[in-house]
Nanobody, 120 residues
Framework: VQLQASGGGLVQAGGSLRLSCAAS????????MAWYRQAPGKQRELVAR???????DYGDSVKGRFTISRDDAKNTVYLQMNSLKPEDTAVYLC???????????????WGQGTQVTVSS
């Protein structure tokens, strides 16, 4: 599975960006999609996740500002980021979690990431 993330860039504080992540195969069944981020010197953290049933959850630092959505017909997940802050600066990574009938066969796939830089 290949994941192609796009939409990152440089934006001023208070601005918005929309990230996209396109998968090379169907995400319609038994797949959670998520965005993580990693800043220099920091651990990778969950930004947002969306399940097959459209249940979402968000990291505490982005609640109320970011929105995750998915379009299964396009095999794509989106992250709308509003009211951006300098502390949102990081590489944003797309994740596909495939559930198997047996949990031991669950798989995670990662995209290459897209850089988001928020200037103050």
């Amino acid at each position: 599975v290949q994941l192609q993330a796009s939409g990152g860039g440089l934006v001023q504080a208070g601005g918005s960006l929309r990230l996209s992540c396109a998968a090379s195969r169907s995400i319609a069944s038994r797949v959670d999609m998520a965005w993580y981020r990693q800043a220099p010197g920091k651990q990778r953290e969950l930004v947002a996740r969306i399940t097959t049933n459209r249940i979402t959850d968000y990291g505490d630092s982005v609640k109320g500002r970011f929105t995750i959505s998915r379009d299964d017909a396009k095999n794509t997940v989106y992250l709308q980021m509003n009211s951006l802050k300098p502390e949102d600066t990081a590489v944003y990574l797309c994740n596909l979690h495939q559930y198997a009938l047996s949990p031991k066969y669950n798989r995670d796939y990662w995209g290459q990431g897209t850089q988001v830089t928020v200037s103050s």
